[in-house]
Structures are given as C-alpha cells and as structure tokens.
C-alpha cells in the first residue's frame, strides 16, 4: 500500500484550451436551447449547461483534434441530464417529476401559448425521442452528429427521430385541453 | 414512385445524395399526397423552430460565460487511465455489522467529543441517521482541496483519493491540531460520509506541519482504505477532474 502517489502537473494549457474557450462562448445560446429541451425550468437549464461545460473543459482531451466540438458538447450536456435526473430520482427515492404546468395557467400572448404548447408536447415525449429530435429539428445537426452526441447508431438514430415526430404531430394534433 | 417515410424525412433533414434528393422532388410534383406528407413534417420542424428559437436571443447569463473563461482544465487530463477502468460491480455500502466492528475499535464516540470540542468554524462530524457525515470546514476540505496542491497551515489535509469498489469517490484526511485525527470519508449523494476515523499520531508529531508525502497515513485508515477500494489511488489530473464533477462518476 502505497500511501499519497499524487503528484502535481504544471504543464502549460496551451493556447487550443483558449481557442476552445471561445468556441464554447459561441454555442452557449445553443447549450440553453438545448438544455431547455431537457430541463424545462430555464434556471435548471442553465445549470445543466454550467455543468456541462465545466465538464466538458475537464476533459477537453476527449475532443479529437480537428472535431466540432458541437457535437461533443450536446453530448456532454445530455450526459450531464441524466445524471442529474438519475441523481434527482435517487434523492426523491421517486420518479423525477415532469414540472408539467402550472406556467400553462397564465397563457398571455399568441406566441408564448405555441410555445407552451410545443413544450408540452416535448415533454411528453420520452427523453430519447426528444433528444433525437432537439439535435436534428431545432438544433439542425446532422444525422451523423447527433448520432455521436447520443452515442448511437445512425440507424437508431433515425428510428427515434421517426417515432418522435410522429408522436409530436398527434400530441399537437390534440385540441388544447384536451384529457391526456 | 412510392417514397417511405424515412427517405421523405432524410430529404427534409438534407440527409439525401443527389439523386435521390432529385426523386423525392419528382414524387413531390407528382403525386399531392408526398406533397402533403412533406408539408406536414415541415410545418413540424418550423413549429419547433419557432417556439425554441427566441431562447437564442436571450442574453447568457455572465456566469455562464465565466464558468467557459475560468473554468479550470488540467493539462494532464490527457494521461490520465480512465475512471471506468476503476469501476467495479455495484456491491452494497458496508454493513451495519462491519461498521459496528470498525466503531468499536476506533472509539468514535470520543473522537467525535474530541472533534467537537475544537473550533474548526463548528463541528467538522455530525451524526445523522447514525451516520456520521462531515460538515463545516472538513466537508468544505473534502470538497474542494485537492492533496496535489496542499495548502501549508490549513486546518484539513486531504490524502488519498481513489473510487470505492461502490463507486464512490473517497479520501482520507488528516484534521491538525494538538493530537491529529485522521479518516476516511466516501461521498454519499451530496455529503461526504466517515466511514472511519482515528488518531493519528504521526500527524501529531509532526506538529501540525502537515506535508502529503511525508505524512504517513494511520494503520487503520489504511486498511479501511485497502477494504474499500477498487482500482488504484487517483492521479493529480483525476482528482482534479473529479473536484471539477463535484464528485460525481463522469
């Protein structure tokens, strides 16, 4: 037993961490968009991204040189979700709750009912459905990349996408108010 | 020509070649049923577009931006062995049985009196649930300071960390003082929880002076080490990923 084997690294970071700095400045308004697919409380979502990008820094090594770091940082933040979701069930000893609604009350303009809307019926999508569709349909990654940023087959991939948009058109479909 | 679903919405997703890009448009002007199928699916995506795209006009907050700028990265990460390789099988935490053992051997009703009985910005150990979990200046330690980078005269110096055969991360401690104590705390959710605590009169000796590499760890956090632990101790770059996780497997 080899007692305290912990030495200190002081090699310089070197300018590709700054330069991947800046590049994850730039899709911090896509992180939060993503983020709000996941977590719907936009202080949630935010959260998720910190954690995600600290993460992702952590790591930086990960990213092949030459990637998109795009794709690698939905990714993360994905990751980052479930552990988080994982870690809410753990502390509850419950199903996460859905946050479903009580916003739904106060509907005021046109634009911010839609919204409600199309996030409810995200929200009732299951979360590999959703994420499918987060990547492709709004966040506009490729079939490839977001295949990566899941960690599935392209295959799978498309089959998620398929199902998700299929239930999102009945899910909108629905009259408002109408019983779930 | 009949198009699938699939192809009708890889077309839309641009994930067509070509030719077959050129065909689904054929079908399109052909037959007003693919065209309408089509105008479905893109009236989906610009719902979806329309309702999430004003998220990119708001502004980030600044501390996400300083989380980006100043977030800390280690330079090593790179050659650090990856934590899976340390994860074994889920295998319960220890037993009420083995933990009744190790408290009888170490006495730690009077460790915890004498802890409490010192001013470390309140009581380092609490007991909860019978658990003892750390708290003030030692949860605070056990958090945030890492053994690479020890700070001289702080009132907790951190040694080992490694991940348990359970999978969560642990670290042994020593808490300076007159007649040092030293432990072993593994996280448990958001707490630090001690699995075992002793004397350590090594620590005492030296004065309060604590120095990593010359501080022996004491016999019995060693074996409590050795029992729970899967894999090898945490590099400086690992520990420093898993501060930056606050504890939590990547």
Same mark, same amino acid.
């Given at each position: 037993?080899?007692?305290?084997?912990?030495?200190?690294?002081?090699?310089?970071?070197?300018?590709?961490?700054?330069?991947?700095?800046?590049?994850?400045?730039?899709?911090?308004?896509?992180?939060?968009?993503?983020?709000?697919?996941?977590?719907?409380?936009?202080?949630?979502?935010?959260?998720?991204?910190?954690?995600?990008?600290?993460?992702?820094?952590?790591?930086?090594?990960?990213?092949?040189?030459?990637?998109?770091?795009?794709?690698?940082?939905?990714?993360?933040?994905?990751?980052?979700? !479930?552990?988080?979701?994982?870690? #809410?069930?753990? /502390?509850? =000893?419950?199903?996460?709750?859905?946050? @479903? +609604? $009580?916003?739904?009350?106060?509907?005021?303009?046109?634009?911010?009912?839609?919204?409600?809307?199309?996030?409810?019926?995200?929200?009732?999508?299951?979360?590999?459905?959703?994420?499918?569709?987060?990547?492709?349909?709004?966040?506009?990654?490729?079939?490839?990349?977001?295949?990566?940023?899941?960690?599935?087959? !392209?295959?799978?991939?498309?089959? #998620?996408?398929? /199902?998700? =948009?299929?239930?999102?058109?009945?899910? @909108? +479909? $629905?009259?408002?108010?109408?019983?779930? | 020509?009949?198009?699938?679903?699939?192809?009708?919405?890889?077309?839309?997703?641009?994930?067509?070649?070509?030719?077959?890009?050129?065909?689904?448009?054929?079908?399109?002007?052909?037959?007003?049923?693919?065209?309408?199928?089509?105008?479905?699916?893109?009236?989906?995506?610009?719902?979806?577009?329309?309702?999430?795209?004003?998220?990119?006009?708001?502004?980030?907050?600044?501390?996400?931006?300083?989380?980006?700028?100043?977030?800390?990265?280690?330079?090593?990460?790179?050659?650090?062995?990856?934590?899976?390789?340390?994860?074994?099988?889920?295998?319960?935490?220890?037993?009420?049985?083995?933990?009744?053992?190790?408290?009888?051997?170490?006495?730690?009703?009077?460790?915890?009196?004498?802890?409490?009985?010192?001013?470390?910005?309140?009581?380092?150990?609490?007991?909860?649930?019978?658990?003892?979990?750390?708290?003030?200046?030692?949860?605070?330690?056990?958090?945030?300071?890492?053994?690479?980078?020890?700070?001289?005269?702080?009132?907790?110096?951190?040694?080992?960390?490694?991940?348990?055969?359970?999978?969560?991360?642990?670290?042994?401690?020593?808490?300076?003082?007159?007649?040092?104590?030293?432990?072993?705390?593994?996280?448990?959710?958001?707490?630090?929880?001690?699995?075992?605590?002793?004397?350590?009169?090594?620590?005492?000796?030296?004065?309060?002076?604590?120095?990593?590499?010359?501080?022996?760890?004491?016999?019995?956090?060693?074996?409590?080490?050795?029992?729970?632990?899967?894999?090898?101790?945490?590099?400086?770059?690992?520990?420093?990923?898993?501060?930056?996780?606050?504890?939590?497997?990547?």
């Amino acid at each position: 037993m080899v007692a305290g084997i912990v030495i200190p690294s002081r090699r310089s970071m070197g300018t590709r961490i700054d330069a991947l700095r800046e590049e994850i400045v730039d899709l911090l308004p896509r992180l939060r968009r993503f983020a709000r697919t996941l977590a719907r409380n936009p202080q949630d979502a935010d959260d998720l991204v910190q954690t995600a990008v600290e993460r992702a820094l952590a790591r930086a090594d990960q990213l092949r040189a030459g990637a998109a770091p795009a794709a690698w940082l939905f990714g993360i933040v994905r990751h980052a979700w !479930i552990d988080e979701v994982r870690a #809410r069930r753990r /502390r509850e =000893r419950v199903l996460a709750p859905q946050e @479903l +609604a $009580e916003s739904v009350a106060d509907r005021t303009s046109g634009t911010e009912a839609d919204f409600l809307a199309v996030e409810d019926a995200m929200a009732r999508l299951p979360e590999e459905q959703r994420t499918a569709v987060a990547l492709v349909l709004i966040e506009g990654l490729s079939y490839k990349e977001a295949a990566e940023a899941m960690n599935v087959p !392209i295959g799978t991939l498309t089959s #998620r996408l398929a /199902r998700g =948009r299929e239930a999102l058109q009945s899910f @909108l +479909a $629905e009259p408002i108010g109408a019983p779930r | 020509m009949i198009v699938s679903d699939e192809m009708l919405m890889a077309y839309l997703d641009g994930e067509l070649d070509g030719e077959n890009r050129a065909a689904v448009e054929r079908a399109m002007a052909a037959d007003t049923e693919v065209a309408a199928r089509i105008a479905r699916h893109r009236a989906l995506r610009e719902k979806l577009r329309a309702a999430y795209g004003p998220i990119l006009e708001e502004p980030v907050p600044e501390q996400l931006i300083d989380a980006v700028r100043t977030s800390h990265v280690d330079p090593a990460r790179a050659k650090v062995i990856p934590l899976r390789a340390f994860r074994a099988p889920a295998v319960p935490r220890w037993s009420a049985r083995e933990w009744s053992a190790l408290a009888a051997s170490l006495i730690v009703g009077a460790l915890v009196s004498a802890l409490a009985l010192r001013s470390l910005n309140g009581t380092p150990v609490e007991s909860m649930d019978g658990r003892l979990i750390a708290r003030g200046t030692l949860a605070r330690a056990l958090t945030n300071e890492l053994a690479s980078r020890p700070k001289a005269g702080a009132p907790v110096a951190i040694g080992i960390t490694f991940l348990s055969k359970s999978g969560d991360y642990c670290r042994t401690f020593t808490l300076a003082g007159r007649e040092a104590i030293a432990g072993l705390a593994c996280r448990d959710h958001d707490a630090w929880q001690i699995e075992t605590l002793t004397r350590s009169e090594a620590a005492a000796a030296s004065g309060g002076a604590y120095r990593l590499a010359a501080s022996p760890i004491p016999r019995p956090i060693l074996d409590a080490v050795s029992a729970a632990m899967a894999g090898e101790p945490l590099d400086a770059s690992a520990e420093a990923a898993a501060r930056t996780r606050t504890w939590t497997r990547p």
